[in-house]
């Protein structure tokens, strides 16, 4: 029989890819593993910066919500190594867009870098990274539309995805009393 807290979270195991190994380490140990099935990541049940424990599925008052996958430490606030792996990935985008001028796209990357570090720069970062990638990638589609080197209609649409995980958990990561 699984045993529960009335109330609390259970430990959960991902891999330095974000997967899920499992929400529930306690009541599934033979779920865990040193590497994922999925992407052969290692594995982790920490945050490798403040060691505190990553949070699994919650209980509350014997109901259970199964876990969503964490952005940043809720201890310390660091982006965990999968938020580091979509930030970097975005960062490397935005090096590569036509959509902005030298200025601006230094600006996007420093943004993005603020994304990474977490804490009390994140919202500023988070809506400077939303509107400058509007504004590449709407002078990247079109481009892409023209049919000239550039930003891609596919590449458009993963610089979309990668905003669309790393800025709006950024904001949710942080309490902005707002
Ligand atoms: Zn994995
Ligand atoms: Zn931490």
Same mark, same amino acid.
Request: with cysteine.
């Given at each position: 029989?699984?045993?529960? $807290?009335? &109330?609390?979270?259970?430990? *959960?195991?991902?891999?330095?890819?974000?997967?899920? !190994?499992? #929400?529930?380490? =306690?009541?599934?140990?033979?779920?865990?593993?040193?590497?994922?099935?999925?992407?052969?990541?290692?594995?982790?049940?920490?945050?490798?910066?403040?060691?505190?424990?990553?949070?699994?599925?919650?209980?509350?008052?014997?109901?259970?919500?199964?876990?969503?996958?964490?952005?940043?430490?809720?201890?310390?606030?660091?982006?965990? $190594?999968? &938020?580091?792996?979509?930030? *970097?990935?975005?960062?490397?985008?935005?090096?590569? !867009?036509? #959509?902005?001028? =030298?200025?601006?796209?230094?600006?996007?990357?420093?943004?993005?870098?603020?994304?990474?570090?977490?804490?009390?720069?994140?919202?500023?970062?988070?809506?400077?990274?939303?509107?400058?990638?509007?504004?590449?990638?709407?002078?990247?589609?079109?481009?892409?539309?023209?049919?000239?080197?550039?930003?891609?209609?596919?590449?458009?649409?993963?610089?979309?995805?990668?905003?669309?995980?790393?800025?709006?958990?950024?904001?949710?990561?942080?309490?902005?009393?707002?």
């Amino acid at each position: 029989m699984p045993v529960y $807290p009335t &109330t609390g979270y259970m430990n *959960a195991e991902l891999c330095l890819n974000g997967h899920v !190994i499992t #929400g529930d380490i =306690e009541n599934e140990p033979e779920k865990t593993s040193k590497f994922c099935g999925d992407c052969g990541g290692e594995t982790l049940r920490a945050c490798p910066k403040c060691s505190a424990l990553l949070r699994g599925d919650h209980v509350y008052l014997g109901t259970i919500t199964w876990m969503t996958v964490p952005s940043y430490c809720y201890s310390c606030g660091t982006a965990f $190594p999968w &938020t580091v792996a979509k930030i *970097a990935a975005a960062k490397e985008h935005a090096a590569e !867009i036509d #959509g902005l001028d =030298e200025a601006k796209r230094k600006e996007l990357q420093e943004a993005i870098g603020d994304l990474a570090a977490g804490g009390a720069r994140t919202d500023l970062a988070t809506s400077r990274v939303k509107r400058l990638m509007k504004k590449a990638g709407v002078a990247g589609r079109q481009r892409a539309l023209q049919g000239s080197r550039g930003c891609s209609v596919r590449r458009c649409q993963e610089a979309d995805y990668g905003l669309k995980v790393a800025a709006p958990s950024a904001g949710s990561g942080v309490s902005s009393g707002t």
